[in-house]
């Protein structure tokens, strides 16, 4: 790589009448990352502070499972979702039917206090069938385990947590 770039250059001076000053080539490059490097920290922070705003407005971290699902459902609903409650009984992990062409998500909610696992992946992925989904979908009000990563990236399945969920509401207007 290193050897591609020298020999670019190379081919630059021979083609242009003046020299290049390497020194000064290095810190020009040198600079301007430390300028893209500065803009990406601003910009991460900016975003993290307004996805903090509509979490402050609802605080979903304080709402009980029920209420949460029903803050997922009105949250779907709104993003032009048709959405159906399964049920709490043998529900077989999924919460609710969210349905938006050409997708029908099943939907696992989990409101906890620690990062959710890959078993709430795995419900997902399993009830899918049952309902007659072709997607499946957990949200959370937290984050999600690596496990969970890896697994819902293995099955296509979609994963929710509460920066994406502050980005919906951003998105509405709540």
């Not at 009105?74 to 959405?83: A, E, K, N, S």
């Not at 099943?106 to 795995?122: D, L, Y």
């Not at 990236?153 to 979609?158: D, L, V």
Request: charged share 20%; glycine share 8%.
């Amino acid at each position: 790589m290193l050897f591609a770039i020298r020999y670019l250059l190379s081919a630059i001076c021979y083609l242009l009448p003046m020299s290049i000053d390497f020194v000064g080539l290095a810190l020009g490059v040198g600079a301007g990352l430390l300028f893209l490097g500065i803009y990406f920290y601003f910009l991460w922070r900016w975003q993290n502070a307004r996805r903090a705003k509509p979490i402050r407005r609802v605080d979903f971290d304080r709402l009980d499972g029920t209420a949460f699902e029903e803050f997922v459902a009105d949250l779907l609903t709104r993003r032009g979702y048709r959405v159906r409650h399964t049920g709490k009984s043998g529900d077989l992990g999924v919460d609710l039917i969210a349905e938006k062409a050409p997708y029908r998500f099943a939907v696992q909610v989990k409101r906890q206090a620690q990062p959710v696992s890959r078993h709430a992946v795995s419900d997902a992925v399993a009830g899918k069938a049952h309902y007659n989904c072709n997607a499946a979908m957990v949200v959370t009000n937290n984050t999600f385990s690596q496990g969970a990563h890896d697994l819902a990236k293995s099955n296509g399945c979609k994963l929710v947590d509460r920066n994406v969920l502050a980005d919906w509401m951003l998105e509405i207007g709540n």
